[in-house]
């Protein structure tokens, strides 16, 4: 309980502490500016060669520089140049804005604790993208697929154009026909191997919209892809699968660790699926599913406890139940 009081609270000093030290950092761009007659004016140093604090600063801006040589080499390999150089402009806004977001916060709850206002959070809004979270959301989703001629999806489908391809997908209408099914299912056979991890993660995330039987080894070959936002995308979306039963028990039994990992966590996310897995864990009898989640996941292991014990304490309360209503209706032997 402490430590997730100090984890808490820690994010309002980081937060605070990084949006007042781009203010810092303003004053000795300032400075440096000023002393080299860039501008009219000279302000005063804040550090002196070898001090403490000079050296301390020269400590953490070794870290800092290091950091963002990380994140734009990873960013960089992922995504490509030009997004991993776009990522430090996108570090400081993000920054500034966690501190904007913690004073408005430590002026909520003050508020709420000097009687002014009551604590009301601000929720953001936002469609769901590539690698997001699944649930209840996968009814939002459907509800904003814009409706195209299925010959633009499937132009979209051959396109070269990173950006048209993973578009077509999401653009694939779940009532196509037969022939359009089969031409839309080739075209995804071969992009779930693309080299372009943006649209192998469409794959992975369509194949949950669309419950069509012919996508399920589409799946499983999602589910043996090594980026793990791919694999993240395949578990949420065979949570998505009809014959869930089936499926699952297939994918416990023959995926690979990774694959495995990834759908215990998808599951432990999403409380709504983790009872219907529970359920065709008993009425299916998914003994490879059963074994796995108690193995792989503590969490899972206590909510299946508690399943189970719901459902014995359910049988044991009708019992009674029944028994009076037999007994109400047998007529009297005198």
């Not at 007042?20 to 004053?27: A, R, W």
């Not at 039963?245 to 023959?254: D, H, L």
Request: charged fraction near 20%; glycine fraction near 6%.
């Amino acid at each position: 309980m402490k430590e997730n009081f100090v984890k808490d609270r820690k994010v309002f000093v980081a937060a605070t502490a990084s949006f007042l030290g781009y203010l810092v950092l303003i004053y000795n761009i300032l400075y440096v500016m000023g002393y080299l007659k860039l501008v009219p004016f000279q302000l005063l140093p804040t550090l002196i060669a070898g001090e403490p604090l000079a050296n301390l600063v020269t400590f953490c801006t070794f870290f800092m520089v290091l950091r963002i040589t990380q994140r734009i080499t990873w960013v960089g390999l992922t995504y490509g140049l030009a997004q991993g150089l776009m990522s430090v402009p996108r570090l400081i806004v993000g920054n500034v804005l966690n501190g904007l977001a913690s004073f408005r916060a430590l002026k909520v709850f003050a508020d709420s604790r000097s009687g002014k206002a009551a604590v009301r959070w601000d929720n953001t809004a936002h469609l769901e993208g590539i690698g997001n979270m699944a649930g209840d959301e996968g009814a939002r989703k459907r509800a904003v697929i814009e409706r195209v001629p299925i010959e633009q999806v499937m132009t979209g489908l051959i396109s070269k154009d990173v950006q048209s391809v993973v578009r077509a997908l999401h653009q694939i209408p779940e009532d196509a026909d037969q022939l359009e099914r089969a031409e839309v299912i080739s075209y995804m056979r071969n992009l779930v191997s693309s080299p372009e991890l943006r649209i192998r993660a469409a794959v992975a995330q369509t194949v949950g919209r669309l419950t069509w039987n012919e996508l399920t080894p589409t799946l499983f070959t999602s589910l043996n892809d090594e980026d793990p936002i791919v694999l993240g995308n395949a578990a949420r979306s065979l949570l998505e699968r009809p014959r869930l039963g089936a499926v699952i028990e297939q994918a416990f039994s023959i995926c690979r660790p990774r694959a495995v990992q990834a759908i215990i966590q998808s599951i432990e996310q999403d409380r709504r699926r983790q009872r219907q897995v529970f359920e065709l864990i008993v009425n299916e009898e998914l003994l490879v599913t059963k074994a796995t989640i108690i193995a792989s996941s503590l969490v899972l292991r206590k909510r299946f406890s508690l399943f189970m014990e719901g459902l014995k304490s359910g049988a044991n309360t009708h019992q009674p139940m029944l028994n009076i209503g037999v007994e109400s209706v047998q007529p009297d032997a005198t």
